[in-house]
């Protein structure tokens, strides 16, 4: 069963508490992405990578940290330098035969 | 001006008729241009992808394209009150990775 999946499905985090959200892959996609999503709001960029080894920002990085270890791997970590994490996160990734961008399941996070 | 721009909505139309959902764009370099539906709490699906100019057609869907104009739309026909949902306009420079604009999306209600 080919896809995108995240875990968890709902995290909480405590005040100066750094949290990382999952992204794994089966697609064979080089390219991965997380974005963030508030209520009513679209989605804006927070970091993505093209390949292996390698991440560029987006347009909201700051607070965020990225690695991409794995092909199939894209996991983010919250920092508590991020003062208003509350979102719901999405990963996608992107193929290269087509153009299309796939998401993930999404993650919502909580502060406590 | 947004890189790219939706109404917010909620759009409300009545069962089986038409629904006329509406992108502009600013970056005339734009190449790729995909609608995506969002049900509340859930993450977005891809449901067309259009890179010509024209209409492109997918059972219900039509997507129309004038890059002269920077204008996307989305039609629905014979709408469903299962379209209810909000709709995700997002536009891509080219091919390959880069990355990937969305607008904040259309509320579309299908009245019963």
């Known amino acids: 069963d080919g896809g995108i999946t995240q875990s968890p499905k709902y995290l909480f985090r405590k005040e100066g508490q750094n949290v990382t959200l999952s992204c794994e892959q089966n697609?064979?996609?080089?390219?991965m992405y997380w974005y963030r999503q508030d209520p009513g709001q679209g989605l804006r960029l927070i970091y993505y990578s093209q390949i292996v080894n390698d991440f560029q920002k987006g347009d909201i990085a700051e607070g965020y940290s990225v690695s991409r270890e794995k092909k199939e791997s894209f996991p983010l970590t919250v920092t508590s330098a991020q003062k208003n994490p509350t979102a719901f996160y999405l990963c996608?990734?992107?193929?290269?035969?087509?153009?299309?961008?796939?998401f993930g399941p999404g993650t919502r996070l909580l502060v406590l | 001006q947004k890189e790219v721009e939706q109404n917010s909505g909620p759009l409300s139309v009545p069962e089986g008729a038409i629904a006329s959902l509406n992108c502009t764009y600013s970056d005339r370099g734009s190449q790729s241009f995909f609608w995506y539906r969002q049900y509340s709490g859930k993450s977005p699906e891809l449901i067309m992808f259009i890179y010509s100019n024209g209409d492109k057609e997918d059972g219900r869907f039509t997507a129309q394209l004038n890059k002269a104009s920077q204008y996307v739309s989305l039609l629905i026909r014979d709408s469903q009150p299962s379209d209810s949902a909000t709709y995700l306009c997002a536009v891509s420079p080219s091919g390959g990775y880069q990355k990937v604009t969305f607008g904040t999306g259309t509320k579309l209600q299908v009245i019963p």
């Open positions: 996608a990734s992107r193929g290269t035969s087509k153009e299309t961008q796939y």
């Open positions: 697609l064979n996609h080089d390219a």
